[in-house]
């Protein structure tokens, strides 16, 4: 019987743990690993022949000319303000600098278009 209420308690244990750290996710975090790239975020300029990136913010003066003029937001990008904390799409203004984690896929075109995982925001 002991094995049985250890079973029982696992579950609810993990669902504990769960509920506590889902707390945590409006904390935002920036990934362990170095950024990709570093830039300067622009306005997206015109529409293009897909109808999207109007007004949306791009890299510029990337620290890696690969991902010049990339998008910045992506299905599921987190935006992070300078402490680190989760934040809202509008601190990427025109200027402000920032690092960027890409996941692994992005398209070779020009530019260049990759799932971007994070924003952080160096200097507003």
């Known amino acids: 019987m002991p094995s049985t ?22 904390v935002g975090l920036a990934p362990e690993e170095p950024s990709d790239v570093r830039g300067v975020v622009a306005d997206g300029g015109a529409v293009d022949d897909d109808g ?4 949306r913010p791009v890299l510029v003066r990337a620290s890696d000319p690969y991902y010049e003029g990339m998008a910045l937001l992506t299905d599921g990008t987190e935006v992070l303000d300078v402490d680190g904390s ?20 992005c398209q070779e075109s020009d530019p260049v278009q990759c799932g971007v995982e994070v924003v952080q925001l160096l200097e507003p």
Do not use: H, I, K, N
């Not at 999207?52 to 007004?55: E, K, L, Y």
């Not at 799409?89 to 896929?105: I, Q």
């Open 52 to 55: 999207g990136r109007a007004g």
């Open 86 to 105: 989760a934040a809202d799409v509008a601190v990427l203004v025109a200027g402000a600098m920032v690092e960027v984690w890409v996941d692994e896929v």
């Open 5 to 26: 209420l250890r079973r029982a308690a696992a579950p609810a244990a993990l669902l504990a743990a769960a509920v506590v750290l889902s707390g945590c996710g409006d």
